[in-house]
């Protein structure tokens, strides 16, 4: 029927998504598919037009699902930063399907089911320290990936203190502050028209709070929230450029941003990497080769050649 030939899909009872290619695919298909069935047997059952549009319309509510579950099952990219902006993604385009409402009673149960499940997994999203510091430090995202505002903030405050601590580490610490209220024997005095039994009341207060704002004594926290607030002030790189790629040429700029990124701009956990393992040993065991041997080179091949 002049289309183009397609391989058929299994069904994996581990992948979600194997079933919605599943779906995707017979409706590319679907009259072929029907032509087919009633030439081989006329006897099979059919589906109704109800069916291929009931079948239609659950495609296109799983289709943000499946691109969000690809995104997230990536190996090779940061995908902790996406995490909060998928979360919400998905929610905002359930939410929509619910507002419209399907004339399927199918259809209408599952957006439901779906839309009370993201509610009860993601309601506290944001409020993951590593999700949000990561989302932060993606020069993709900042701010931006937030819907609260003050969970934005909070970030922005973590990150921060998290910058402090680094520059507190990298430099030696500050010198301590002289106390006033005693001195060696031998040493002058420093002048003063204040009385000695009152300094350690009002004088200590302030030589603490200005002592790290004197020239040549560097504030750690200033500094670390000037730094912060310049990253953020930087203009977002797009969707396809490599986060990583960014931080390694502006890592002179943000130095101590840069190591706290490190430990923030992460890769999700996922079954996905097991899974793809047990496919090449089942691909393996077909051929009749020595399986041990060739899984653990295939994976940990790609690891080599990456330390050399």
Known sequence: MGQLQLRLKQDVATRWNSTYYIMKLITEVKEPLISTLALMNQQLPSLSMEEWEIIKEACDVLRP???????LSSERFVTGSKAILMANGLQRATAYRQRNLSTYQPVREMINTLMAELSKRFVG??????LVEAALLDPKFKKHAFIHEKHADDAQTRVVGLVVAVSRGARPPPPATPSSASTEEGEDDPPSNTPKDTVPLVGADFEECVTNLRPGIPNPIIGAT???KGFLFEQLIPRTVDPLEWWKSCSIVFKNTCEVMKARL???ATSVPLERIFSK???IITDRRKVRELIFLNTNLLGLRRLK
């Open 226 to 228: 000037l730094e912060v």
């Open 281 to 283: 040993t089942g691909q």
């Open 125 to 130: 999203i944001e409020q993951v320290n590593v």
């Open 266 to 268: 992460c890769v999700v």
């Open 65 to 71: 699902f499946e691109e969000v579950t690809v995104e």
